[in-house]
């Protein structure tokens, strides 16, 4: 997969489609990967990698890239579609400067999570079958996707591409997950275990904001959290309040908008779920307004700004989840 | 006496739309219907200008309770506001469960200008939750306590 990618832009660059090719490189550890921005085919040769530790969405980035003069190549898996379909809506990208490459994806796994199943000094890896094969300092060892793959891969919503000019691989399709069965369970837990649970998650915010920086629906150029005004603008949640009040606030501000691509959970330090949240606001959509998957066309109107006489009013919520 | 423990008594912040609820808090005056002195109103100029950022942080500076009143759906001054201040506050409310923080302390409520009654019935019915739930301890924030 690799080899193709590169010769196609490769050719791309060549034949002047594209002056620069959005993709990913290795960073310090070959397990952390980081987007990255080639220019010619020689960097392409030398820094491009495609692996089963890529799993940067890497949409965000064109809000900065596509403003520049001269197309922009990217590869984007199907979950990165959506997101790329939502700034599209928002009109944050300018889609005349892009042009995308779709690429199969069967989910990518995580540095962390593998040294966290014990694996270490981690070389490479390859898939093989139902299998991801590490070559580690220690060996090979075969570890099976199942076990492998983090919780939003695992429930993976969708293997179509929404939107792209080309495709490599097979056309996928949109699947049936079981992305709810988390939400669901908390849901059924009494008040005081849920509020156990999220403090339990809550309290380990370190505040680095990363889950804000990656998220490709937060990408306001002015944040509400850089505001000194906000009451939470301090650099490390002082006190429980600014804990739950930063990730109820981020949660909410990307509601009707989050796609889903579970790049917050991703890249958390402290391995908070912060995709739970988001997917709590997407579950109650759904049942309150009507299915709606963000970055699935370019055209409806987000749930947030739109409504209808007949929705239901706020005090549904007493009588659901159990009382205090 | 120093030593008597005093009643909690809670801290209510009402946000009313200028049009109607803040009207129908007049009306309530005028009228002499009684609700307690606990509920601190804040006007703002439709349902919609409030965001979960006031409500949070109302929460952070002390309130035990907010309560947010507007026009009926339909009868919004600016046609459309309250639609969606409503879809705004059900998935606020219901994230607020979520944490497992009491959904009780948070209500939306209609009230138009004419329903100075209602104003005061809402207002007595909400403080005395408020109440019975007691002092917010789930969203506070310990330095803007006394």
Known sequence: MQGMMIARAGE?????????????????????????????????????????????????????????????????KPCDTYSFNQ???????????????????????????????????????????????VDTLYGEKT???????????????????????????????????????MVEKLEAMTPDERFAFWRSQLSRCIRCNACRNVCPACSCEKCVFDNPQSGIAQKAAADSFEENMFHIIRAFHVAGRCTDCGECSRVCPQNIPL???????????????????????????????????????????YTRGGNN | MPNEVKAFKPKIVAFCCNWCSYAGADLAGTNRLNYPADVKIIRVPCSCRVNPMFILRAFQRGADGVILCGCHPGDCHYTTGNYYARRRMTLLFSMLDYLGIEKERTRVEWVSAAEGAKFAATMNDFVETVTRLGENKRLEDLRCKE
């Open chain 1, 12 to 76: 791309l660059l060549e034949n002047g489609t594209v002056t620069r090719v959005l993709g990913w490189q290795t960073g310090e550890f070959v397990y952390d990967i980081t987007p990255a921005v080639f220019e010619s085919a020689e960097e392409l040769e030398k820094g491009f990698v495609y692996n089963s530790f890529c799993g940067n969405n890497l949409s965000k980035y064109l809000i900065q890239a596509s403003r520049k003069e001269g197309k922009i190549l990217v590869f984007l």
């Open chain 1, 87 to 133: 700034l599209i809506k928002e009109h944050r990208i300018v889609r005349e400067n892009v042009y995308i490459i779709g690429i199969p994806c069967d989910g990518k796994t995580d540095g962390e999570f593998l040294k966290a199943k014990g694996v270490k000094g981690i070389l490479g890896i390859r898939e093989e079958g139902d299998n991801f094969v």
């Open chain 1, 143 to 181: 570890i099976a996707r199942e076990d492998a793959l983090p919780e939003r891969c695992r429930n993976c919503k969708s293997k179509k591409h929404m939107v792209y000019d080309e495709l490599m691989g097979e056309e996928g399709e949109v699947l049936d997950s079981h992305r709810f069965d």
């Open chain 1, 275 to 317: 995709h739970l949240l988001n997917r709590k606001f997407i579950k109650d959509i759904d049942t309150f307004y009507g299915e709606y998957q963000a970055g699935e066309d370019t055209e409806s109107r987000a749930p947030l700004t739109n409504y209808t006489q007949e929705d239901v009013e706020p005090s549904i919520v």
